[in-house]
């Protein structure tokens, strides 16, 4: 009986020791994993293609120490499996390397992207086209002619080069603005640092301040008028307030030619015509427009007609066409008493950008409404534009056509927008635009140099040279603390003039040419005032 008793007892220590062994095994967090993941200090050895110098336990997570690594004449402890070694064991006779996470003795190759193009905005046909045609450009071309090949170009290619144009796309651009898209939203943009566009050089030296400062008072802050223009007699005339001044840039005489009566009245806009420079187009805010003789100094007739304020003039010969506050465009035939001989409607806001081309052609017109109309020059009352352009995004007053290139034309948009956009008028397509990165006010073409100056408003009122047809800004003229309103170019196109709504007009030297190699072609012009010469900074009145 005591023996099977003792027997039931040992039998119940030995359940109970094996159950808190099992319980134990099950609660140890400090033991080996079996078959679990490697760490990932192994992890990165392994994939770095590393041999691991540390050998592992039969869990295959701990890793021994070395007995080499053993200090002599003390007892081994058993390493902790339960934490991530800081050191790992190098070679007999080295210190250890750090954390293993750093690959020692080698560096890892960087990770590069795999370069996937995006498909939306990638040209798969003209890619095919240059891949296929890579090695046949020396095969016989068929026509080969210069002027063919642009045409040709500008008309399937959108004016770029297709053995310069990427045939994979990896960035995607924003798209373009559909046609007849209106920005109603009238966005200001923040053009607080200065332009972005890349900087180009030039071999020339062009002087950063104005050769001459004339104060211009009353001169109005509206970007809808032309005040400012030079004549090919070398004569300046400005609009300020109700009256027209005219500055012999020869001498330096000033004469005022004429004042409206009407106090309300105001000047809206001047223009020379092209040839004889002694005529000039006035248009007033009643919406008449005058054409007055400068040698004699009086009004040679009124043509009157339009419903609002005439914003803009531009002549062709003997026509002089004028645009309205209430989007007509009316052209005047100043030989004839009749002389409203035409009318184009397609503005449904202020024309106020107009421009002739220089073969008489064409007939460019801006408004508020955001359009661009290319005209013909066909004189008669049903007339439709040839083309009409809506991809500015504001108001479109700056135009100004390629002098050696009459088919090229240049236009710049409103706060909103502030692109020039170059177009060819024969395919009717945008051949290039350029972000300004500020209202676009007006736009000069330099045959001299092959350049363009184009003034601009907030937020550094300056005037920029532009190298065509990379358009790299080669320099940024500033000093006008208010936006530019009006640039007009001397007759022999060395010297820009701006208007500014700070009420002055600064003469910019930046087209001189070595007087060596090409004669002034500018006029002097009989002195019409005795007011005398005046200084570099002067006054218009």
Known sequence: MYSITNLNLLLLAMAQFSFENMVTELTKLDGPIQNGPLMRWQRKAAESGLKLSVPLDKGGQSPRRPKSARTPGKTPKTPSTAKTPHKTPGKQGKAPSKTPSKTPGKTQAPQNDRFIPSRSTTDIDLGHFALMNENSENA?????????????????????????????????????????????????????????????????????????????????????????????????????????????????????????????????????????????????????????????????????????????????????????????????????????????????????????????????????????NIWDATLSEEVSPLHTFSHHQAAVKALAWCPWNPQLLASGGGTADRHIRFWSVPTGSCLNAVDTDSQVCSILWSQEYKELISGHGYSQNQLTIWKYPIMNRIMDLTGHTARVLCLTMSPDGTTVASAAADETIRLWKCFAVDKGKKETTSKPVKETSKLGKISNFGSIR
């Open 140 to 372: 016989d071309p068929e026509p080969n002619n210069a002027q063919y090949q642009q045409h040709l170009n500008e008309a399937l290619n959108k004016g770029q080069n297709p053995h310069n144009t990427k045939i994979l796309s990896f960035k995607n651009k924003a798209p373009d603005a559909p046609e007849g898209y209106c920005n109603n939203l009238k966005v200001l943009y923040s053009c607080a640092g200065k332009s972005t566009a890349p900087k180009g050089t030039t071999q020339r030296q062009i002087p950063q301040q104005p050769e001459r400062i004339l104060d211009a008072p009353e001169l109005f802050d509206d970007y809808y008028l032309n005040l400012l223009d030079w004549s090919c007699c070398n004569l300046l005339s400005v609009a300020l307030g109700g009256g027209v001044y005219i500055w012999n840039s020869a001498d330096g005489s000033i004469i005022q030619l004429m004042e409206l009566q009407t106090p309300d009245d105001y000047v809206s806009s001047v223009n020379w015509v092209k040839e004889g420079g002694n005529f000039l187009g006035i248009g007033t805010s009643n919406g008449s427009v005058q054409l007055w003789d400068v040698t004699q100094n009086k009004m040679i007739r009124n043509m009157s007609g339009h419903a609002a304020r005439v914003g803009s003039l531009s002549w062709n010969a003997h026509v002089l066409s004028s645009g309205s506050r209430s989007g007509a465009i009316y052209h005047h035939d100043v030989r004839v008493a009749n002389h409203h001989v035409s009318t184009l409607n397609n503005h449904s806001q202020e024309v106020c950008g107009l421009a002739w081309s220089p073969d008489g052609r064409y007939l460019a017109s801006g408004g508020n409404d955001n359009l661009l």
